[in-house]
């Protein structure tokens, strides 16, 4: 009888369990079991783990073989776990020294010739064993560079199960593509963006409303024309926003490793994210899903970043019902039958809307062709619950030739991002200690507070109340609106010229009608 032991991590979301991998071999009928909860996809491991051993010129033990995966109430899924339990079995048929691999993390795809492929969620996978004291991970030599990026890792690389066995003292010829060892890289990517708000020709209301969203991190609707210019001011709003910190790369780059759409050549991604899903995307696809356990999807890549919806009216109203939780939140919860996962999603949602379904409702609306009841039901698909969470609301209009020929070229995206960093550092610097880094995130009993005793500077919005043009909760967020127009000028506060601009900002120039 034989006992082998090893580590492995199993992925909720992205929350990384570190998993013992125990391996039992009996003097019994020759088999292979494999119990813990695995999913499909892991219990077919059996198979490939038995073709790449003995790929590996490693003689298959003619026992009856037990794997577990403990803790054994906890679902495992994925083919993560093909090298952990290799290495378990090896260990428990005596192949090497068991006690070698008892406290070392196993990750990675076993291939039928024995070579080692690939898996996602390394990153936060490495990021978990750490944490819970184990260090030194053997990872395939193609996740080698996203292991490194996390602090405090020992990674060893590798490219083949032969590799792996013939370091732990299998007595086997040592194989000719060994790995190399991997250089940590910490410094990451920080890629200038590719458009420039100095492209975007007049428009400086549009203009102005980006830099508000960017310094204080507001969600923004803009409703125009087509051609007026929503997609051009939409992309160049990631080209605002001051670099990702280190924890906030770091969480940002686990989410796309899970995702499967991160490259590890080019370090962490420090650059927010821009994502734009087509209107015909799926609830699975905004949100995340798949069977066993889900994946994350547009809103949770976005995190820390832009989401932005073009034809917004147009996506389908489960789909953006969905965004709902994460507006409020930061954050997704998603059940399903193979487990519940976490994932972030604190992103700035950016809507793109034309004002009718023929988009030439502009001005005097002579041009529109739509029913009324046409348009009714256009912008009935953005919810009112929806809407209310968005703290921007502006109109676009086509650039007359005055405004493009008269002014020339606007400011460049690094004029305006310094001043949206400097906003920031002032948000920063108030908000210290509260748990809280932009304006967008304060609760409205906080902001209300901070702004003292002098209802005198409220009176447009209880004017606004009364007339139905705000909810409790838009007041709340014209109030932020506001203070993030203080912190672009410089003040210390709000005055009731800013709460003006915020209440204008809000409503659509609906405030004056």
Known sequence: ?????????????????????????AASVPG????????????????????????????????KITVNLSP???????????????????????????????????????????????VRGVLPAVAAAVAAGHPTVVVPLANAAEAALVPGAIVQAASNLAEVAWRYG?????????????????????????????????????????????????????VGPPGAGKTMLAARLPGLLPDLTESE?????????????????????????????????????IVGGGSGIPRPGAASRAHRGVLFMDEAPEF?????????????????????????????????????????PCGRAVGKGLDCTCAPMARRRYWARLSGPLLDRVDLQVEVHQASRAEIDGVG??????????????????????????????NAQVPGHWIRSALGADRSLLVDLDRALDRGLLSLRGVDRVLRV???????AGKTAPGRSEIGQGLLLRTRGQVGA
């Not at 909860?37 to 003995?54: F, G, K, M, N, Q």
């Not at 048929?93 to 080692?116: K, N, P, Q, S, W």
């Not at 969905?322 to 996962?341: K, N, Y």
Request: net charge negative; with cysteine.
């Open 316 to 356: 389908s109203p489960r789909v953006l019902e969905t965004l709902r939780q994460p507006l409020e939140h930061g954050e997704l919860v998603i059940h399903r039958a193979g487990g519940t996962a976490r994932y972030p999603a604190r992103f700035q949602l950016v809507l793109a809307a034309n004002p009718c």
């Open 249 to 285: 790369a770091v969480e940002v780059t686990a989410v796309h490793s899970v995702a499967g759409t991160f490259d590890p050549g080019e370090g962490l991604l420090r650059r927010p994210p821009f994502e734009d899903p087509h209107h015909t995307a799926t609830p699975a696809a």
């Open 409 to 438: 070229r606007g400011e460049s995206s690094a004029v305006v991002a310094a001043r949206v960093a400097d906003a920031r550092q002032a948000q920063a610097h108030r908000l210290a200690g509260t748990g809280w880094s932009t």
């Open 1 to 25: 009888m034989g006992l082998g032991r090893t580590l492995g991590v199993s992925l909720l979301g992205l929350a990384g369990h570190v998993i013992e991998v125990e391996a039992h071999l």
């Open 72 to 118: 054994a109430s906890l679902p495992k899924s994925g083919s993560g776990f093909d090298l952990a339990i290799a290495v378990a079995m090896l260990a428990g048929a005596e192949v090497f020294d068991a006690a070698r691999v008892v406290d070392i993390v196993h990750l990675g795809e076993l291939g039928l010739d024995g070579r080692l492929r690939p």
């Open 170 to 222: 299998a007595e086997i010829a040592e194989p000719v593509a060994a790995g190399t060892p991997v250089a940590v890289v910490l410094a990451g990517r920080r890629a200038q963006p590719d458009v420039d708000l100095a492209e975007v020709l007049g428009q400086h209301q549009a203009r102005a409303a980006l830099e508000v969203a960017a310094a204080g991190g507001h969600h923004l609707l803009m």
């Open 32 to 63: 292979f079991s494999l119990v813990g909860l695995p999913d499909a996809a892991l219990a077919e491991s059996r198979d490939r783990v038995r073709a790449a051993v003995t790929s590996s010129a490693i003689r298959w033990p003619q026992r």
């Open 482 to 488: 506001a203070w993030t127009l203080a912190d672009l």
